[in-house]
T-cell receptor, first 115, second 119 residues
């Protein structure tokens, strides 16, 4: 019940294209859904996050779409650039109700944007 | 933005030695810090939750006597890998959450990790 399933495992996109990464969760207690970007040899960096009271959140070229009934959320990267090439992790966690407020991470997606 | 500093970034040592990794929140207070382990091309595995002024909470399967965690202040948590062996070689990452009032979920901010290599 704690799993967060992420797909695809790897993704190759042409420069200027749209990158789409999907995640699904099981625990209905989750109400905080961040996405992290990780470059090799670095720690994950928070990219964008959403709470289930909205269905979409956009920050620059990055958009999260959230479907509460399906327990799914996705990251869209518009106008993908070679500099976006990294590993992306979705995560989910309890919001105000969780005492430890831990995050459960997806398995990661290796994104390669071709020049 | 929030900054979490992790030190050292890379350490190589002989089998049997103990290694201490520091995690500092530089511009905010963190009641809770988390320690993760990450193998190449894999996701982050939560090892333990570190709470300031109290004992850490370890995830199932993580040896608390092997991985000692101390969170003595609101800006510093340390992970000590005791009597390290080659199988302990990994990328260790900490994260910190800004202390906030009840009812508000603050994001986790990650350090840049420590690559531990045990010979």
């Amino acid at each position: 019940q704690q799993q967060v399933k992420q797909s695809p495992q790897s993704l190759i996109v042409q420069k200027g294209g749209i990158s789409i990464i999907n995640c699904a969760y099981e625990n209905t207690a989750f109400d905080y859904f961040p996405w992290y970007q990780q470059f090799p040899g670095k720690g994950p960096a928070l990219l964008i996050a959403i709470r289930p009271d909205v269905s979409e959140k956009k920050e620059g070229r990055f958009t999260i779409s959230f479907n509460k009934s399906a327990k799914q959320f996705s990251l869209h990267i518009m106008d993908s650039q070679p500099g976006d090439s990294a590993t992306y992790f979705c995560a989910a966690g309890p919001g105000t109700s969780g005492s430890a407020r831990q995050l459960t991470f997806g398995s990661g997606t290796q994104l390669t944007v071709l020049p | 933005g929030a900054v979490v500093s992790q030190h050292p970034s890379w350490v190589i040592c002989k089998s049997g030695t103990s290694v201490k990794i520091e995690c500092r929140s530089l511009d905010f207070q963190a009641t809770t810090m988390f320690w993760y382990r990450q193998f190449p091309k894999q996701s982050l595995m939560l090892m333990a939750t570190s709470n300031e002024g109290s004992k850490a909470t370890y995830e199932q399967g993580v040896e608390k006597d092997k991985f000692l965690i101390n969170h003595a202040s609101l800006t510093l948590s340390t992970l000590t890998v005791t009597s390290a062996h080659p199988e302990d070689s990994s990328f260790y990452i900490c994260s910190a959450r800004r202390t906030a009032g009840v009812g508000y979920n603050q994001p986790q901010h990650f350090g840049d990790g420590t690559r531990l290599s045990i010979l």
